[in-house]
């Protein structure tokens, strides 16, 4: 095993720490990767923006405006999150393979896992995002009618403006933050689904439920990796658009906020999609550390490590009249003397396969 295999229980700290670890010995290659869906939507965004230019200067121009908007958006928003969910899942696999198997993460052999499972990704990518969206949509409308209720019966009591302010605020923050933890709760759930199918061989329709199981009790360190990779993405937009918004506010481009410059829009998307390439790949990492981690806490999968390098027991000595024992050999077979037959125990893709006796079947430590 190498220094970066998870074979504890680990921190956030420990996690974020081994991420940029990860990130800095893989750069370019991880830049490559996620570089073609930011390309992608950074594309739809500036096609949207020339739509708007063209849509302002009105006449026959107005049609082909409205066109490159509806095109900008329909790349900006579906083509170039999807690209981005498969290339996120082809990564959970090749940074699996860095951390377990010290293999380094190049561009070629994530493409080739991609295409190795496009139909299962991209289906359990799209089933999480419609129950990412319609739990957060329920957590929504559940704080909206809770403020509005609370409201009301603040109303009821006919108070001063004053008081209003002293009590409406602190609930909306309570009632913010409160939205805040539920947001990593639901993500917390949801985002083992590349890691279930990309490392276990999981399918769509069973991948839901596994990314549930492992991903139970995972808020905190979700929030702390959200905050940390907002902090990162802060960092870069203002290293690089401080200085833009002061040249600009000198040059008198910021006369009119609501017709800005077609440059400055140009500047701060080109700042937000820089920010997005260099952050998403620490991110991944350390949800595919946390997915290990997990896997230890619940399954006792260190100890399933260990004892796949020890090797299975030897079989005891049989009767002469016994049928032969069953012999295992190559890690995803079983042999029997005259008849090779698949192991149903060895799904595709699952850690460790070296020499390893598999598990009776509804085994929580075995994949």
């Not at 969206?133 to 108070?159: Q, R, T």
């Not at 061989?201 to 991903?215: D, E």
């Not at 907002?230 to 200085?243: C, E, Q, R, T, W």
Request: glycine share 10%; hydrophobic share 50%.
């Amino acid at each position: 095993m190498n220094d970066k295999t998870v074979l504890e229980p680990l921190s956030t700290g420990d996690i974020i720490d081994r991420a940029l670890k990860i990130y800095r010995q893989n750069f370019g290659a991880m830049l490559g990767i996620v570089a073609i869906p930011g390309l992608v939507t950074y594309s739809g965004s500036l096609l949207t923006l020339l739509g708007s230019s063209k849509m302002a200067m009105g006449g026959a121009s107005t049609v082909n405006g409205g066109i490159l908007i509806v095109l900008g958006y329909g790349i900006a928003l579906l083509v170039g999150p999807l690209l981005n969910l498969l290339a996120i899942g082809g990564l959970s696999r090749t940074v699996a393979d860095c951390v377990m198997l010290d293999q380094p993460i190049e561009f070629r052999q994530t493409l080739k896992m991609i295409q190795g499972r496009f139909g299962q990704l991209l289906a359990g990518q799209f089933l999480g995002m419609l129950i990412a969206g319609g739990l957060l949509m329920g957590l929504f409308m559940v704080a909206y009618f809770v403020l509005i209720f609370l409201f009301i019966i603040l109303m009821m009591f006919k108070p001063t403006p004053g008081v209003i302010v002293s009590i409406t605020i602190p609930l909306t923050l309570l009632l913010l933050a409160g939205m805040a933890l539920g947001y990593c709760a639901v993500y917390a759930r949801l985002v083992f689904i590349p890691c279930s199918i990309m490392i276990e061989g999981q399918t769509a329709s069973t991948c839901i439920s596994r990314s549930f199981t492992l991903g139970k009790g995972n808020t905190w360190k979700m929030l702390q990796i959200f905050l940390f990779d907002f902090a990162i993405a802060a960092a870069i937009v203002s290293a690089l658009g401080i200085p833009l918004g002061i040249w600009g506010f000198f040059n008198g481009s910021f006369d009119d906020l609501a017709n800005l410059p077609p440059w400055i829009t140009i500047a701060y998307s080109t700042v937000d999609q820089l920010a997005k390439l260099l952050t998403v790949p620490i991110a991944t990492i350390a949800y595919c550390l946390l997915y290990f981690d997990s896997r230890v806490r619940k399954e006792g999968y260190d100890v399933e490590l260990i004892a796949s390098r020890i090797g299975p027991p030897i079989p005891p000595p049989q009767p002469a009249w016994a049928p032969p024992q069953q012999v295992w050999g190559t890690p995803g077979m079983s042999t029997m003397p005259g008849m090779p037959m698949p192991n149903p125990w060895y799904p595709p893709g699952a850690y460790p396969t070296p020499h390893r006796r598999p598990p009776p079947p509804g085994s929580m430590l075995g994949l």
